[in-house]
T-cell receptor
Framework: KNEVEQSPQNLTAQEGEFITINCSYS?????LHWLQQHPGGGIVSLFM???GKKKHGRLIATINIQEKHSSLHITASHPRDSAVYIC???????????????FGKGTHLIIQP | DADVTQTPRNRITKTGKRIMLECSQT?????MYWYRQDPGLGLRLIYY???????NKGEISDGYSVSRQAQAKFSLSLESAIPNQTALYFC???????????????FGPGTRLTVL
């Protein structure tokens, strides 16, 4: 069973700061997902990546397959970025084998004005 | 309109009652999932379905059952609810993954269930 660890669990920062959230996993995967959950509870997929780096606006996600580690960065953070960020890992498609995602416990981010 | 909808959004019930949570999607995806979220534990997979005739148990299926009535509908039932099933429940869908692995998952808004 893959263990997914996120750090930090909680992070409070000032508006404008550069934010980094880390995710480590124990077993080889095919893809890693970063999700965002707002205080209202809804979950949105931010990135799915299996290698390298992806960028969307002020968000950047990187993954190092050899080290089994991924980071989510937020540049020029803003109070509207306040949310829980969740890392999840998926497995190689096996044509009917285990599916779904294994999730980390999330990082609760608060950006203060 | 939302691509993935869940009903009800909130439900309070009593121990021993049968409860059904419903999920509908308009994304045309074959794959659907039910997760529960508990504080401090993260999201955990209850059941998943690859198509109408294919249903699989997830990590924590005990005490739950599911029904895939159509490609677009996937229901979760608690036959006899108990207090430790109090949680936030999410339905999700995804397209058929490539050989690279799981596809992006699209989540419903969640159902907050309280069992007294």
């Amino acid at each position: 069973k893959n263990e997914v660890e996120q750090s930090p669990q909680n992070l409070t920062a000032q508006e404008g700061e550069f934010i980094t959230i880390n995710c480590s996993y124990s077993v080889g995967i095919s893809a890693l997902h970063w999700l965002q959950q707002h205080p209202g509870g809804g979950i949105v997929s931010l990135f799915m990546l299996s290698s390298g780096k992806k960028k969307h606006g002020r968000l950047i996600a990187t993954i190092n397959i050899q080290e089994k580690h991924s980071s989510l960065h937020i540049t020029a953070s803003h109070p509207r970025d306040s949310a829980v960020y969740i890392c999840a890992v998926g497995y190689p498609y096996s044509g009917g084998g285990a599916d779904g995602l294994t999730f980390g416990k999330g990082t609760h981010l608060i950006i203060q004005p | 309109d939302a691509d993935v909808t869940q009903t009800p959004r909130n439900r309070i019930t009593k121990t021993g009652k049968r409860i059904m949570l419903e999920c509908s999607q308009t994304k045309g995806h074959d794959r659907m999932y039910w997760y529960r979220q508990d504080p401090g534990l993260g999201l955990r997979l209850i059941y998943y379905s690859f198509d109408v005739k294919d249903i699989n148990k997830g990590e924590i299926s005990d005490g739950y059952s599911v029904s895939r009535q159509a490609q677009a509908k996937f229901s979760l039932s608690l036959e006899s609810a108990i207090p430790n099933q109090t949680a936030l429940y999410f339905c999700a869908t995804s397209g058929t993954p490539t050989l690279a692995g799981t596809d992006t998952q699209y989540f419903g808004p969640g159902t907050r269930l309280t069992v007294l």
